[in-house]
């Protein structure tokens, strides 16, 4: 299972163009995160926004006013957390990163700070694709992630793929696992991914 998500991950994060491996790995961690958005700002005296899913003009102002009251504790490695965001410092060769991710109401911390934690070094190298290059170095980060990342988290990714590649038809997704609906359903249930009613050509995860 883990051989074939890391050539799927290879495959969508080493991009011919960095920041859309930037992009595919935020995409990564707003998934597992179980969040609706995530953002990704390089914080170097001033905070740049460098990629950003379900970005709203509320998450920018929240970012920077976490910055310019938190920084000290951001720039120690500690998150700042609200009851449904949180922001997460990632190192990176050219200083801090930060990384946000919310939820419509609630967001499941720990399910967070897996997610960045697991994928924090694929956004760094993503990041510096340009400076550091090669596929060695993203193979190495990506293993790094499948090492740190839950086989359930693994088992969420995969099945969040398949959903948002069949436009969350639940049959079409039982075929392609060789099952029926119910079982999908119950991996659903006990994997956390809630029920979605998503219309034709529309991405949940970029909602």
């Known amino acids: 299972m883990q051989r074939d998500l ?4 290879l495959g969508r994060l080493i991009a011919a163009d960095p920041q859309l491996s930037l992009e595919e790995t935020l995409r990564v961690i707003v998934v597992q995160a179980r969040a609706t958005r995530g953002a990704v700002f390089a914080a170097e005296g001033s ?3 460098l990629a ?13 006013d976490a910055w310019d009251r938190e920084r000290e504790k951001l720039e120690e490695a500690r998150p700042v957390c609200g009851g449904a965001w949180s922001i997460w410092p990632v190192e990176s060769r050219g200083g801090t990163l930060l990384v946000y991710v919310g939820a419509e109401t609630t967001l499941h911390i720990p399910a967070a700070r ?5 994928a924090g070094a694929l956004l760094a190298t993503a ?3 340009p400076e550091t290059g090669g ?4 193979e190495e980060a990506v293993d790094r992630f499948l090492e740190m990342t839950s086989r359930e988290a693994i088992e969420r990714r995969q099945l969040m793929t398949l959903l948002n590649r069949h436009e969350w038809n639940i049959a079409r997704v039982a075929r392609a696992l060789g099952c029926n609906r119910v079982t999908v359903y119950k991996r659903m249930r006990r994997l956390g991914v809630p029920r979605l009613r998503v219309c034709r050509g529309e991405n949940p995860a970029s909602a």
């Open 6 to 9: 890391r050539d799927v991950v």
């Open 47 to 49: 905070l740049q926004l």
């Open 52 to 64: 950003g899913c379900g970005v709203t003009q509320e998450m920018l102002d929240r970012v920077r």
């Open 114 to 118: 897996e997610a960045v934690a697991g």
């Open 127 to 129: 990041v510096h694709a």
């Open 135 to 138: 596929l060695t170095v993203m």
